[in-house]
C-alpha cells in the first residue's frame, strides 16, 4: 500500500518561499510518477508538477513554471517542491499523490493521495 505524508506547508507572504516535502512509504521513488497538485477554495484540484524518476521526466503548470521546482530524494524516498516568489493565488491546500506515471495534462489521474498540506500567501 502506497502512503504519502505532506509536510511544510504555512502562511507567507507574497514573494516568500516554501518547501512542501512528500515522505513516501510501500514503493519507491523510481517505481511510481509523485506528483504535487492542489485546490485553491472553490476551485477545482489542478495538477503543479510531476516527477518520474525513472523517465527522467517532469511536468509543470504554465502557472508555476520557472517559480516551483520538484526534485526527489531516494535515499529518504521523499519529494520535495521548491516554491519561490509565491503569490496570493498559490494560496490552496497542495497535495502529493502518486501513480504509475504522470498525469501531463495537468489532471488528478492519481492512485494514491496524501492528506494535504496548506499553504496561505498573504501579507
Known amino acids: 500500500q502506497v502512503q504519502l505524508v505532506e509536510s511544510g506547508g504555512g502562511l507567507v507572504q507574497p514573494g516568500g518561499s516554501l518547501r512542501l516535502s512528500c515522505a513516501v512509504s510501500?514503493?519507491?521513488?523510481?517505481?511510481?510518477?509523485i506528483a504535487w497538485l492542489r485546490q485553491a477554495p472553490g476551485k477545482e484540484r489542478e495538477g503543479v508538477s510531476c516527477m518520474h524518476i525513472s523517465y527522467g521526466r517532469t511536468y509543470y503548470a504554465d502557472s508555476v513554471k520557472g517559480r516551483f521546482t520538484i526534485s526527489g530524494d531516494n535515499a529518504k524516498n521523499t519529494v520535495y517542491l521548491e516554491m519561490n516568489s509565491l503569490k496570493p493565488e498559490d494560496t490552496a491546500v497542495y497535495y502529493c499523490a502518486a501513480a504509475w506515471g504522470c498525469d501531463y495534462s495537468g489532471g488528478n489521474d492519481y492512485d494514491w493521495w496524501g492528506q494535504g498540506t496548506r499553504v496561505t500567501v498573504s501579507s
Open positions: 510501500g514503493t519507491t521513488l523510481d517505481m511510481h510518477a
